[in-house]
C-alpha cells in the first residue's frame, strides 16, 4: 500500500467493500484518537455499539477502558485506537481469518503513518495477529516485546474484564507497565 495522508486513508478506508464484512456493516470503524500520537491501541474488531456509532470501544468495554486510561493519566486525545478489523463481525464472532488478511492493510497503512514508539494489543486476537500467532494472553499479558523499534505489549480485552473481574489485577499491572514504558520511552505523551 502507498503511503498516503492520514484523511486519504480514512475515506479510502470508510468505503472499503474488500471483504463480505462490508455487506452487513452499519459503519466502518477507521479508528478514534490522536493520529499523531505515540502509543497505538489495537483491538480486534468492532461490536454491535461500535458499529452503530462508528467509533471503537464505547460500550461498557470502551468505559472500562477509558477508566484504565484515566488511571495512569491518559485519555483518548493521546492515543489512537484501531481493530485488525473495521468492520462488525455478524453476532460479534472472531473475525476470519481471511477477514483479517484482507483488513490488516488498513491497520499498516494507519501504522506506518503513525509511527506508534508503543502498541497495546487488547485481547488474544489482536496479540495473535500483531505479536506472535502463538501468543498465550493469560500467561503473556504485560510482558513486553520489540519488533522494529516498536515496543508492544497486550493486555486482557476490556471484554474479558468485564465477564471475569478476578483479572483485573493484573490488568492494572499492565497499565502500570504501560505508564512507566510511555515515562521511559515517548518524548510528546504527557501523562497527567
Partial sequence: MILITWEELKEQ????????????????????????????????????????????????????????????????????????????????????????????????AQTALMRPKIIVCLGRIAAQVIIRPDFKITQEHGKWFVKANTH???TLHPAALLRDPRRRPGSFEDFESLRLKITEICERTELK
Fill in 152 to 154: 508492544m505489549m497486550a
Fill in 13 to 108: 478506508c470508510l468505503s472499503c467493500k474488500k471483504c463480505k464484512l462490508s455487506e452487513t456493516r452499519t459503519n466502518v470503524v477507521f479508528g478514534d484518537g490522536n493520529p499523531e500520537s505515540e502509543v497505538l491501541f489495537i483491538g480486534e474488531g468492532p461490536g454491535a455499539q461500535e458499529d452503530a456509532s462508528g467509533l471503537p470501544f464505547v460500550g461498557r468495554a470502551g468505559k472500562l477502558l477509558d477508566d484504565m486510561l484515566a488511571m495512569i493519566g491518559l485519555d483518548r486525545s493521546q492515543i489512537f485506537i484501531a481493530n485488525i478489523v473495521k468492520c462488525r463481525p455478524p453476532n460479534n464472532r472472531d473475525p476470519l481469518a481471511e477477514e483479517q488478511e484482507i483488513c490488516i492493510e488498513w491497520l499498516r
